[in-house]
């Protein structure tokens, strides 16, 4: 978790990674997490060494799908970079099962510790603070909307009429611990932290501006205090991972942003304090990496390997099982283990010498109804939420994992996966009940005159009689994603539900309002994959983020809209967590999502990892960035 370089904030921000994670959904590449395995802790599956054991590697052969294109934080890096970089970095923070962990800190800042506090603080004319309403930093003016200290309602929204007003913002202090030096020997110190926040601000640098745009000042206290200030009004639920990634000023400071774009320094040959050191890159074939001799773990232990090679494979599953069997690699990362692998990953691990770690992941496939298509789009179907539990009531989803993994699955009961803290007391999911699903279907009108035929509307509210009980399903080309809509096609007939299947690709699919069929709001019902945050994203259902001409961005998809819920969501992103306005909220999205069904959650992707079984350390989880979280930790097993 490299704070500085999140993107997964609210609105456009957000946008981004659910594009990011779409587009990898498209190719079955896991992106930020993935989900399969029937629960958090990792299952392995190994098969014991031969004897006598051999000497202990000096080499780690871990072999990627891709090769980045570059290895700087604020370059056009991709998450093959993210995986390489957990070997040069080493943190800051570790985002493990969907909570931060300090690695380059001293410890994780909080509310209840002192070293974060919310303080009010006064604000007039012209200053900037972060609207409520658009949730975007803005100059205050008069009849502006503010939330006065202490609010975090609408029910105390409030106006600005000219005087100054008092609201709320966040103070957050980061301690380093005072060991860690850069690779090359020198100090890793909060300037460098700050002079990473000073270069992702700069207007050459082409990152978000997210966070930076909604910080007040970040500075360094002393050598190892950095005090982040958020602007007035910005309660930042995230606030934990507001901390930017040290990059070495005393190396890099002599260049502009600019430079920086293209200096090997940065691009090829990063500075870190990680446990390896980047020592050659050979493009198109492999980068390799020396163990620092400046690290120690928090631990104090020192790299185990004298060198890790990362080898880029290209695509190809069974190609990739064959180099692991051969001992051409080690490892191999979840790039080269796509959805349509885990059966495969799964016998050859049953071959002696391999092992397998699968975990739940953080990627929920999901199908969502289109409820506000637009005028001349589709027939708008799901108005109904009875409709909507109905249809979910006739998905078999454990029936679907199982046939995909070979195993049933966890089956999130709305958009958080269970693994995630925020997850606790949240409505259970719909069960598989066919039987009832179509008794409700009788109930509410929709008629089925023989066996196998389409339901058709008798007496339905605003739906002219003979409608059939048909719709079109939008998916992704690719085995998995058409076997995912033919088993739900499937299921839906049994209830006299008919489904026609079509797909397209995922830039075609998913462009943005008005031209793609699902931000367009040109579609019935769509199958895709969503990822999860460390905060939970109740924008998704927000009606103010329903795409439109006013908002292009949006990315409520599906339309849906609920006051009770829109309520709840200011709340939740006008909260600090910990706070019960925070805690309440969160339960409450998630219970109308449950109750309301916009989207049928069908199952939480697998992450994994395989590798020879000499090695020992690989713990793949949820929420990292990397299956290579703690590389700096894996050793040959005694």
Known sequence: MRGNSRTNGRTTALAVMVGVSIALAGCGAPAVDFPGATSATPSITATPAASPTPPAPTSLFVCLAEEPASLYLYGDSGRAADVILEAIYDGPIDLRSFEPQPVLLEKIPSLADGDARIEPVTITFNDVYL?????????????????PSGCRSADC??????????????????????????SDGTALTAGDSVFSYELDGHPDTPTTKYLFARTFSYQALDDHTIEWIGLPGFLDAEFPGNFWTPLPEHQLGQWTA????????????????????????EPGNHLRLRANPEYR???????????????????????ALDQLRTGECDVLDESLLPM???????????????????????????????????????????QDASLRQAVAACLDRNGLAEALFGETGQIPASFLPAGHPQAAGAASAAG?????????LEELGWRQGHAGEARVASGVPAVANGTPLAFTLWTLPGEVPQAVAERIQSDLAGCGVAVTIDSAPAAELFASWPDGQVFGRSFSAVVWAWPTFYSPACEMFASWEIPSDEQPQGINASGFSDPGYDSACRTLLWSPPGTAE???????????????????????????????????????????????????SWRACP
């Open 131 to 147: 609207n409520p309403e658009t949730l975007e930093p803005e100059t205050m003016a008069r009849g502006k909307p503010y939330l």
């Open 157 to 182: 929204l409030a106006t600005f009429a000219g005087d100054p007003v008092q609201v709320d913002r966040l103070v957050v202090q980061f301690r380093l611990r005072p060991d860690v030096r850069w």
């Open 258 to 281: 600019a430079d920086l774009l293209a200096r090997p320094e940065t691009n090829e040959t990063p500075l870190g304090w990680g446990p390896y050191v980047v020592e050659g890159w």
């Open 297 to 319: 773990s928090a631990s104090g232990d020192p790299p185990a390997f004298d060198t890790v090679i990362f080898r880029f494979l290209g695509a190809g599953v069974e190609s």
């Open 340 to 382: 349509s692998a885990y059966s495969s990953a799964r016998a050859a691990a049953s071959t002696a010498g391999l092992a397998l770690g699968a975990v739940d992941g953080s990627i929920i496939e999901r199908m969502d109804f289109g409820m506000q298509p637009v005028d001349d789009g589709p027939p708008a179907l799901w």
């Open 432 to 440: 598989y009940s066919p039987e009832a699903a179509r008794q409700s």
């Open 582 to 632: 925070y805690d309440q909220a969160v339960a409450q999205v998630q219970a109308v999502v449950a109750e309301q069904v916009p989207v049928v959650p069908l199952f939480v992707r697998p992450r994994l990892i395989a590798y020879a079984d000499w090695l020992c350390g690989p713990q793949p989880d949820p929420s990292t960035t990397s299956v290579l979280w703690n590389l700096e």
